[in-house]
């Protein structure tokens, strides 16, 4: 969190893109979009871009690395050089690589690992334009080309950050409120038994702020899984022919 202050996040119960506290940015959500990979997902969320593609389940090779009694799930985030105001120096990163793990660990717990012994399942995300919170995309849009592949899930994942940005509580913060706000807390949930899959925290809250602001993400995230389960509905049906 960078120390700026000369710019006003909040004035008049208004934030700095002119939503209220409660408020997520703009959604938009598309499966079926990649022709080559078993399922995906687009999802803009704000100046977000961000794509999803899931490849299998298939065999895993190297053999050492298959699980006998259940499949592995392997899911890589990645930044485009383009994504960024400053470009970003192409290939994994620290950051990279721990928005990864934590991605593979939300997914394991939601698909059926134990109905493919020895295979893979792959999931790529890869945001094309970043404006903050774009793990908690990268997750949302993840869960959607998993479904959209029709790989067995307990259910879904949907995630949503909130945050405190010049001493409010705010949800989903845009990028110069995580920039220069307080603090962010990501999270992301199973929408049917509201299980915490994901939970993050950068910057400082009190106790009460803490509450606040992991009720106000879980709601945000509880409305992100409405709009999977409408763009689920919407997805194109492919007929063999
Ligand atoms: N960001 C950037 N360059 C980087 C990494 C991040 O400009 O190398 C920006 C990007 O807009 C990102 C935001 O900083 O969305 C916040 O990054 P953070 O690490 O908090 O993850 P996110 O909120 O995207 O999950």
Not at 203 to 225: H, I, P, W, Y
């Amino acid at each position: 969190m960078k120390k700026n202050n000369d710019i006003v996040l909040f004035k008049d119960g208004k934030r700095y893109d002119g939503r209220k506290a409660d408020e997520l940015r703009p959604i938009v959500m598309k499966t079926g979009v990649l022709k080559r990979a078993s399922g995906s997902a687009y999802v803009e969320w704000g100046k977000n871009k961000v794509i999803a593609g899931v490849y299998g389940p298939r065999q895993l090779h190297p053999k050492f690395m298959q699980n006998p009694t259940k499949a592995v799930v392997r899911c890589v985030y990645n930044m485009a050089p383009f994504s960024v105001d400053d470009r970003k120096k192409p290939g994994p990163d620290r950051r990279s690589v721990e928005i990864s793990k934590i991605c593979t660990e939300a997914l394991e717990n939601v698909v059926l690992t134990e109905k493919f012994p020895n295979a893979v399942v792959d999931v790529f995300i890869e945001i094309l334009q970043a404006d903050a919170g774009t793990r908690c995309v990268g997750l949302t849009a993840a869960s959607l080309a998993l479904a959209d592949a029709g790989i067995p899930m307990r259910d879904m994942v949907a995630a949503c950050a909130a945050g405190k940005v010049q001493g409010e509580v705010v949800l989903d913060l845009m990028k110069e409120e995580d920039n220069f706000g307080e603090s962010d807390l990501p999270l992301a949930v199973t929408p049917r038994k509201k299980e915490i899959v994901l939970l993050q925290m950068d910057g400082k809250l009190s106790r009460e702020e803490f509450t606040k602001a992991f009720n106000l993400a879980v709601d945000g995230a509880m409305q992100v899984s409405e709009m999977q389960k409408k763009a689920l509905l919407e997805s194109p049906v492919e007929v063999e022919k």
